[in-house]
């Protein structure tokens, strides 16, 4: 490019929405050796991140690199500090191609050893211990960073709330379970049914949990 001039593809990294497709993203720096803008990294649901077979099947990849091998190595690229959070959920079934949260403790393991990393809790799978033997003082574990309460939105709590105050009292369950269920609302409809379990109403249990669940 001619000196001074700003390329356009610079400019569309700068403006680009901040919720990526892995796949869009790991694209962006493929080509170019650059450090990408960004320099904190959050992998949604990390345990589905594919391994280096999928990618060699699926896209051709020869590098022999696994998504999470990719993922860190443009953020490696940093010389001044970078962070990759990756949060793993609960209940997601690993399918073809989906290496799990072990890929990322083995990347770290064997590409990556002088980064600090931080864990909820101690692993005793041989992808954590290798990562482990590598690491040695890196390594640092905080329970605080288990997430046990699941938070859709930053007005969860206050949603919750909500909910609790329209459940009490009988006719206040009554009237909920209407709203819940003009409104489509999934997870009153299933704190509805836990009430009914609890007041032995089994009936209506089932009832409140078959609308929530084809909500």
Known sequence: PVSGRVRRKDVEREVVVKIQLVPHFRSGYDESNDAPNEHVFV???????????????????????????????????????????????????????????????????????GWEVYVAS?????????????????????????????????????VSDFVESLLKGRQGLE???????????????????DYYVNNNEGLKALKAYYLAHNT
């Open 43 to 113: 992998f949604d649901e990390s345990q589905r991140a594919w391994s280096a077979e999928k990618l060699r099947s699926d896209e051709k990849r020869a590098d022999g690199m696994s998504e999470p091998d990719i993922l860190l190595s443009y953020l490696d690229r940093h010389h001044d500090w970078c962070v990759a959070i990756a949060l793993v959920g609960g209940g997601q079934d690993i399918h073809d191609g989906e290496a799990g949260i072990g890929e990322w403790y083995k990347a770290l393991a064997n590409k990556f050893s």
């Open 122 to 158: 101690d692993d005793d799978s041989p992808e954590f211990l290798q990562m482990q033997a590598t690491h040695h003082d890196s390594i640092h574990v905080n329970p605080a960073l288990y997430l046990d309460h699941p938070m859709r939105s930053f007005r969860a709590q206050q």
């Open 175 to 193: 009237d909920a379970r209407r709203i819940f269920i003009t409104t489509g609302y999934s997870d009153g409809l299933t704190r509805v049914g």
